[in-house]
């Protein structure tokens, strides 16, 4: 349309992530580039997956979606993790060689690629890739990983496009050029709320005393102390106080005042 802007809407149902899907990669094949397709749920990106996987049937093309690597983890079947505690459980199993699944990715190179070039052809859903990624005991996190690496379209949260903390591990880690990418967002109007959560945070005593049955655990016996020092501080302030609504700074005040277990570098200073 030679640089216009066109806006669509259609009821749901009438088949707009097709259309889009078909046209973003015609486009993609005539620029040389990839396309992204982003979104909020992971409900959403299944739906999307369906669409992938029936549009492969008429036409070849590479595609692969992914998910976080808490949705991939095998490992936590023996032992279950608060999906806010994994990245320190997966840290500590793969730094320490705990997890086999990951140790067998360079042992199985073959099985390997033929599990990528699966995902990529056929763009199974979650539940399969689980299934083929077990028979060969191997992490699926690294397979959808390898898969969205050589995909012509991939189909992935909002994290990994908007989410700072998240972005370098698609696009620079996996040499993706966001130069030479068509990016789609679904469902849009979203954004707002997104951008909003990623840069907030909530944390319950629950949540602090389940980390600190972790850490122990874990034999992290500082970082343990720590939390518990920190349980204490936080759920003496809300016993003191009638309404809900704290000040920001008479609470750092009080965490600086009393250091714990690592001193005063538990606590920031604004």
Known sequence: MSGQTLVAGAMSGFGK?????????????????????????????HRVVEEVSRLQKKRPVKAAPILSKYDYCLLRRQRPVPQESFGWYCSFNVSNNLCSYFLNVSLVPDDLDRAVQHVLHTTPAHSELLKEAESIHVCPYEVARLAVAQAE?????????????????????????????????????????FMRGVNS??????????????????????????????????????????????????????????????????????
Not at 17 to 42: D, F, H, M, P, Q
Request: charged letters at 25%; proline letters at 3%; aromatic letters at 6%.
């Open 17 to 45: 992530t097709a259309a889009v899907l078909t046209g973003a990669l015609t486009a993609a094949e005539e620029t040389g580039n990839r396309v992204i397709y982003t979104c909020r749920t992971k409900r959403q990106i």
């Open 153 to 193: 379209m991939s189909v992935i949260p909002y994290h990994y496009v908007f989410d700072p903390s998240a972005t370098a591990v698609f696009f620079d880690r996996g040499s993706i050029e966001k130069r030479k990418t068509i990016l789609i967002v679904d469902e849009a109007h979203n954004l707002r709320d």
């Open 201 to 270: 945070s909530v944390l319950t005593l629950e949540q602090l005393r389940g980390a600190v049955r972790e850490a122990g655990v874990l034999f992290m016996e500082e970082a343990a102390l720590s939390l518990k020092h920190l349980e204490r501080i936080l759920s003496e302030i809300m016993v003191e106080r009638a309404g809900w609504l704290l000040d920001k700074s008479d609470v750092l005040a009080r965490l600086r005042a009393n250091e714990g277990p690592l001193g005063c570098r538990a606590w920031p200073s604004s």
